[in-house]
């Protein structure tokens, strides 16, 4: 592990290395959000890449000795609420709150037509609806198994009020980060692989540097007239 990147005075923190190294380091968090690595059959398995040239990240690192559960129990040891993409093929308890992404154009991402989310928060079952043809916003697509913007901010959205530290222990290319920067919260993101860090870290920093597009701005103080 190298000495971790600090962007926005200390709000944002990205470790390149293994996370199961790295999440002993860390204090509590208030939730994690995450996309882990995983692929149609795998089933308790994650990492297991089922179709040729599929470029799933962190899949290099499971064995039978770091089975999912673990590194499950260790996530949700250190933070209070949980967002886990892919988690209906992974060994968690039962939750009420599912969020499903339907595709409507699963075309455009892949053969499934949604995918779901494993959260433990106090809600019944979402669903976002995404209606874009693109998953950037028209800019070149930067990690295999990336996701929009705009999911990640809506899954950001739906943890409880007073949240405010996010972390991503699978970061790819640091969707989540932007979508974090984005509504003001700290971030706290680990990728194992130079390449999709390098990315993280510059799209991270361009996100802090523009205009929130997530949070409507505040409204404008009215002058009211008052009836005698």
């Known amino acids: 592990m190298t000495e971790p990147v ?20 860390l204090g509590r968090v208030d939730a994690v959000v995450t996309d882990p690595p995983y692929g149609i059959g795998a089933g308790t398995g994650i990492g297991k890449v089922t179709k040729e040239g599929s470029d799933f990240r962190h899949c290099e ?7 999912p559960r673990q590194l499950f129990d260790q996530i949700r040891a250190i933070s209070r609420y949980q967002i886990i993409w892919g988690g209906n093929y992974f060994d968690l308890p039962p939750s009420k709150c599912f969020l499903v992404w339907d595709k409507i154009q699963p075309e455009q991402f892949s053969l499934a037509m949604a995918e779901q989310a494993w959260a433990n928060i106090d809600k019944p079952a979402k669903i976002f609806r995404w209606k874009s043809m693109s998953i950037n916003g028209g800019a070149p697509k930067h990690h295999p198994t990336q996701k929009p913007h705009d999911l990640m901010g809506w899954c950001i959205e739906q943890l409880p009020a007073g949240t405010e530290t996010i972390l991503d222990p699978f970061m790819g290319s640091g ?20 390449r999709y860090f390098d ?28 009836a005698l």
């Open 6 to 25: 600090t962007l926005l005075d200390g709000r944002v923190t990205l470790y390149l290395g293994d996370c199961r190294e790295i999440l002993p380091t």
């Open 61 to 67: 690192q499971w064995d039978d000795n770091a089975p």
């Open 175 to 194: 969707t989540t980060g932007v979508a974090a920067v984005k509504l003001g919260r700290r971030f706290i993101g680990i990728e194992i692989e130079l």
């Open 199 to 226: 990315i993280a870290c510059r799209r991270i920093e361009e996100a802090s540097k523009q205009a929130d597009l997530f949070i409507d701005p505040a409204p404008q103080p009215k002058q009211e007239t008052m």
